[in-house]
């Protein structure tokens, strides 16, 4: 493996890059190039999964975020009719700039202030079987009880938005 | 089974059927059609899709012809079952030509009669979206009429080699040929 | 509760791969599913009927290659037909003999236009096309040997027709018909009937009932598909037509796949026909001749032929001069377009391609 | 030098550099030169990545160039017509021609399109079809990215590109292009289940993500994947032709409906990039079927003598021939009719697949038995179970159509039957029936 100089040439890029594309994101003009900075800081997050040797998370990361919501967030900016594609201005603008800088000054404070326990750098090690793992003898519970709400949200969706056919209408 | 034959019905034998029940729709009958009085046309129309034994059941064709002092509105009406057709003339008036429309009764007829407006101007009363099928709206006039005249100054087009203009007729005003006297 | 969705008006054509010819369609469809449909014609509106008025009856003729320039031998025979009926012409055994194996080989001709348009528009990427082009290729060929043009024939005369075969005609016709096209249906036949993808895209699209067919006067493919055993060939047989025995295929349901399947099936029966007609080919003269500037009696005539769109029909008024008084063409394809809003209102755009590539329209009919 | 190189068919892959079998010898001695050189640790790792990627993508380019080639060639055949052959011999400079002549046309964007969406899009969707390429082993120890996760990868990669061509779509702002995206989006979210479920299964047998694993797992059982999940393969390789747009289920870009679909205003080298974008995407699926399911690098024995990478690019034309072949034959499916069947058909196959799958490895886990018993007992429940599912599939959710024969009844004479003329005209007349739905 290379050794630190490699890793940390790749955090920072991959930090700046998202960093940059969620502060476009917000400031973007058209919505659906807002949609896209985000995908692309999706992606960014997915690279400083792969820096901390998180494969498995990373790939999904794209897999999920990059690939649905991105598509998600699009379908929702075109099937809702009569929104205008364009980041207008609010009033709130002032207000809110000065609440992000609060909550930046927050994080800032605690990430330099806490001694962070920082463990010596393990080799990349492969995530995927450890995660079935975990997935399946100790939290057997909980990934069951998830799996029923998605399917229970997935089929009230279906039913919310089903058109009822003629007959049914008819009648 | 033989081999059928589409029978044409002599026009004095469906005069007799409508005025069996329609007696004024019937203006006269020649041995190859019927003309029918425009005002009842309508009810004749109906009459002959309607009754068993002229069936009519099937509209082939609809068309107009500029007889110079009226205009012909021709229609061939046909029975599939009984393999017979039946040619059926309603006469209008040449310069403001109106006939009701037969849409209602079948409605193959829909866009033959947009086409017989189009071309001829022809106004069928009834239909349900009386627009022009090919030129476009403001086309001035309607090309099939025997008036339409394709060269400015009278002259008609075509048939140099076979004289038919009467001597004195290039240019100057247009004088029709009435049909009937071959000349 | 749906999700609401504005209105969006789509032109299908003039400018549509798949409109053959310049016929625009005006579709105002709610997401997929069309709402209304109107119809724009007129692009291709040469106004023959006013140039046919001017010409004397021969020269009329190529008008008729012009009209449905996909079946211009049937174009031809219809007016020919009808002059000769106006003018009380009697044509020799001969030439109806021909005239008849002609008519029967420019239906397979267009049916293989049509059959292969259709399945394009069903979405085959241009194979079935390119196949039935293959053997549409072979037929123009023997158009070419007799009369010099492939597509815009004008073979037939007032009287008979224009040239008698050459020797080499019948032996390359026997080839065709015998050994070449059988083989050739068989495999489009593999191909397309009973295929599932076709039978999910043409099975219920474009559905026509028997009563609607008859009161819009549809004709050809179009009435048989809804169960109407109507064919002109049979009700008024012209040509020897009356001589040869041949079936008129009838479909179920009047949708496009039963109007794609008895395409396929009346080409078949043309190859028997032809067969009959070149066992029978009697000797004698191809052509009566008649004054090239006919003046037949005045009056009106009205006769039709069974063309590969429907029923051809020339209403001709004459007032003893050498030029038609009024020429009158029922045009098969704009009747058949009659019913083209019952047809698609209701069903996707999708749908609605493939049921125009059914009704198989030839814009220079329609619009003449 | 010869001698040791025909001398050696059973002998294993050598290791000196110009034994072309495995090419990463040939890296491997690159990296060296560098190493003695004294370069720096990280120079030799970048040099390496740099040596991968420009294998892969020299390959990718070559290949993109000759499928246009070959797939014009292979329908034109199936068509009874010859194919390009008049540029160069046998029409080989064709594709050239092409990409030349989509260079210097020029780059027309629609006043009203959105610049930046309208640019990024083409390059959007090619990148993910060439990353997919990454992760695909290419001999023993030939494969630029070993990753453990290989499978969710391609995964993720075949994700992006859906992205990239609705906002392709979108941003050419034309109702055509908007129609093409809608479907695309549609199209590709749905079959990405049953692509995800079908590889679940072959990733169960192998025991392991890693695409090298799963192609040592066939080397060592001495038998194909395909073999042991027919209905995996299906349903993937079904799926995929749906995901690429390719016949019979190219709704994006249906010639004969929407004209063009989502890269109807594209012109020049952007719609090029489509174009090739779309190659490289089947050449793509092809590779991942032929590593996954045909055996990757390895062929029975085979693969000693003649180099891997070379038996992967001949089972990559093998697949892709099929997919040309079903472009050139099969009709296309309506956008309804291919979403009910990934819904109604593909998914639920794919999860009966998997719970079989589930229930033979964990035999094969507990129980221990040798593979050389389990296996062939294996082969052929799953051949009997694809077959028997397929069969009792079709039999209960098909579409009702066969209530009509599929040929038309023959009359010899005219017989109308008398009906009455439908009661009321208007311009629609009600004569004319409902569109009856077919329901698949």
Request: with cysteine.
């Amino acid at each position: 493996m290379i050794d630190d100089a490699g890793i940390v040439v790749a955090f920072w890029i991959l930090s700046a890059t998202t960093v940059i594309c969620a502060l476009m994101v917000a400031a973007a003009r058209n919505l659906i190039h807002a949609v896209l900075f985000l995908a692309l800081t999706f992606v960014g997050v997915a690279g400083i999964y792969i820096v901390l040797s998180a494969d498995f998370v990373a790939v999904v990361q794209v897999l999920i975020y990059a690939g649905a919501v991105g598509v998600l967030m699009t379908f929702a900016i075109m099937l809702t009719p009569g929104a205008d594609r364009l980041n207008s201005s609010t009033v709130f603008q002032a207000p809110a700039l000065v609440l992000s800088a609060l909550v930046l000054a927050v994080i800032v404070f605690v990430a330099l202030d806490t001694e962070w326990a920082i463990s010596d750098r393990q080799a990349f090690s492969a995530t995927a079987r450890s995660l079935g793992e975990a997935f399946l003898k100790p939290y057997i519970v909980p990934f069951e009880v998830a799996s029923v709400l998605l399917a229970a949200a997935m089929i009230g969706a279906i039913v919310l938005s089903r058109e009822e056919p003629e007959d049914e209408r008819a009648a | 089974m033989p081999h059928a034959v589409t029978v044409t019905l002599p026009g004095q034998a469906v005069a007799e059927r409508i005025r069996s029940s329609l007696p004024p729709a019937v203006r006269d009958a020649t041995d190859g059609y019927v003309v029918l009085e425009p005002a009842h046309a309508f009810e004749a129309m109906q009459f002959i899709r309607d009754d068993e034994q002229l069936d009519g059941k099937y509209l082939v064709q609809l068309c107009s012809v500029d007889m110079i002092t009226r205009i012909d509105v021709v229609y061939h009406i046909a029975s599939l079952a009984q393999n017979h057709i039946i040619e059926v003339k309603v006469p209008a008036d040449h310069e403001q030509p109106e006939v009701p429309s037969v849409t209602p009764i079948w409605v193959g007829a829909k866009l033959q009669e947009r086409e017989v407006y189009d071309l001829m101007g022809v106004v069928f009363t009834g239909h349900p979206e009386l627009t022009r099928l090919f030129l476009w709206d403001k086309f001035p006039g309607h090309p099939l009429r025997k008036d339409f005249m394709a060269l400015p100054g009278g002259q008609k087009p075509g048939l140099s080699q076979f004289p038919k203009q009467v001597p004195g007729q290039t240019g100057g005003e247009f004088r029709p040929r009435v049909p009937g006297t071959g000349e | 509760m749906a999700i609401k969705s504005d209105l969006v008006e789509v032109n299908i054509g003039p400018q549509h791969p798949s409109t053959h010819g310049v016929f625009r369609m005006v579709a105002i469809i709610d997401g997929e599913r069309i709402v209304d449909v109107k119809m724009v014609v007129g692009y291709l509106h040469r106004s023959m009927e006013k140039l046919a008025e001017e010409r004397t009856y021969t020269q009329n003729i190529p008008f008729t290659d012009r009209m449905d320039y996909l079946a211009a031998m049937t174009g031809n025979l219809g007016y020919v037909l009808s002059v000769e009926k106006l003018a009380g012409v009697e044509v020799p055994e001969r030439a109806q003999y021909l005239r008849t194996i002609f008519a029967e080989l420019q239906r397979i001709a267009s049916h293989e236009m049509a059959t292969g348009a259709f399945i394009n528009d069903c979405g085959a990427w241009q194979t079935p096309v390119m196949w039935c082009f293959r053997d549409r290729e072979k037929v123009l060929d023997l158009f070419e040997m007799v009369c010099g043009a492939r597509i815009t024939t004008n073979y037939m005369r007032i009287g008979g027709v224009a040239f008698d075969i050459p020797d080499e005609f019948l032996p390359a016709l026997d080839r065709l018909i015998n050994d070449d096209l059988p083989r050739r249906f068989e495999e489009l036949e593999q191909l397309i009937v009973g295929n599932e993808i076709i039978l999910m895209r043409a099975r219920d699209v474009g559905i026509v009932t028997p009563e609607l067919a008859i009161n819009a006067s549809l004709s050809g493919p179009m009435i048989r598909s809804a169960g109407i055993a109507w064919d002109i060939r049979k009700a008024d047989p012209y040509c020897v037509y009356d001589r040869v025995n041949f079936d008129i295929p009838v479909g179920y349901n009047g949708d496009s796949y039963d109007r794609m399947v008895i395409r396929i099936e009346e080409m078949k029966q043309s190859l028997r026909i032809i067969r009959q007609c070149m066992s029978d080919l009697p000797a004698g003269p191809h052509k009566v001749d008649v004054p090239l500037a006919l003046r037949p009696p005045a009056g009106e005539a009205y006769s039709r032929v069974e063309s590969p769109k429907g029923e051809l029909g020339f209403y001709v008024v004459s007032d003893g001069s050498s030029a038609p008084y009024r020429w009158h063409v029922r045009p098969p394809s704009l009747i058949n377009l009659t019913v083209l809003r019952e047809m698609t209102v209701g069903q996707t755009i999708a749908d609605a391609i493939v049921t125009l590539g059914s009704i198989d329209i030839n814009v220079g009919e329609v619009d003449r | 030098m010869i001698g040791a190189l025909l001398a050696a068919p059973t002998a294993l892959v050598t290791d000196n550099w110009w034994d072309i079998r495995d090419l990463s010898n040939l890296s491997g001695a690159i990296l060296d030169l560098i190493e003695d050189a004294g370069g720096p640790g990280w120079l030799t790792y970048v040099v390496g990545a740099l040596l991968g990627t420009l294998g892969i993508v020299s390959f990718i380019g070559g290949v993109a160039i000759i499928n246009i080639w070959i797939e014009r060639r292979v329908v034109g055949r199936m068509q009874s017509r010859l194919g390009p052959n008049r540029v160069g011999p046998f029409g080989l400079l064709q594709p050239v021609a092409d990409a030349i002549k989509l260079m210097q046309k020029e780059v027309l964007q629609p006043r009203v399109a959105d610049g930046l969406v309208f640019t990024v899009a083409p390059i959007a969707f090619t990148v993910p079809g060439i990353a997919l390429l990454a992760v695909i082993p290419w001999g023993r120890n030939m494969v630029l990215a070993d990753l453990d996760v290989g499978i969710v990868f391609l995964f993720a990669m075949s994700s992006l590109a859906a992205l990239a061509v609705f906002i392709g779509g979108y941003g050419s702002n034309n109702k055509y292009a908007l129609f093409g995206s809608m479907r695309v989006i549609a199209m590709l979210v749905t079959y990405e289940i049953p692509i995800v479920l079908s590889l679940l299964g072959v990733v169960m047998f192998a025991g392991s993500m890693n695409l090298n694993q799963i192609v040592l797992f066939q080397a060592d059982n001495w038998l194909f994947l395909i073999m042991l999940q027919p209905l995996a393969f299906l349903i993937y390789f079904l799926s995929s032709s749906a995901e690429l747009n390719r016949t019979p289920a190219d709704l994006a870009e249906a010639e004969s409906e929407i004209a063009g679909g989502y890269h109807v205003e594209y012109s020049g080298m952007k719609f090029g990039l489509y174009y090739a974008a779309e190659l490289i995407n089947a050449v793509a699926v092809s590779t991942i079927i032929a590593t996954v399911f045909l055996g990757g690098w390895w062929l029975y024995k085979i693969d000693e003598i003649v180099p891997g990478w070379m038996i992967v690019i001949g089972k990559i034309y093998a697949v892709y021939f099929v997919f040309i072949w079903t472009r050139g034959t099969l009709p296309r499916f309506r956008i309804d009719q291919l979403l009910a069947f990934a819904w109604k058909w593909m998914t639920p196959m794919a999860i009966i697949n998997i719970l079989l799958v589930a229930g033979e490895v964990v035999l094969w886990e507990e129980t221990g038995w040798s593979a050389g018993l389990l296996l062939p007992l294996y082969i052929a429940i799953n051949g009997a179970m694809t077959a028997v599912l397929i069969v009792a599939w079709v039999r209960v959710m098909a579409p009702k159509f066969q209530r009509y024969p599929d040929r038309p009844r023959m009359y010899d004479g005219i017989d109308v039957p008398s009906l009455p003329a439908p009661a009321s005209i208007g311009p629609t007349a009600p004569g004319a029936a409902p569109a009856r739905r077919a329901t698949v």
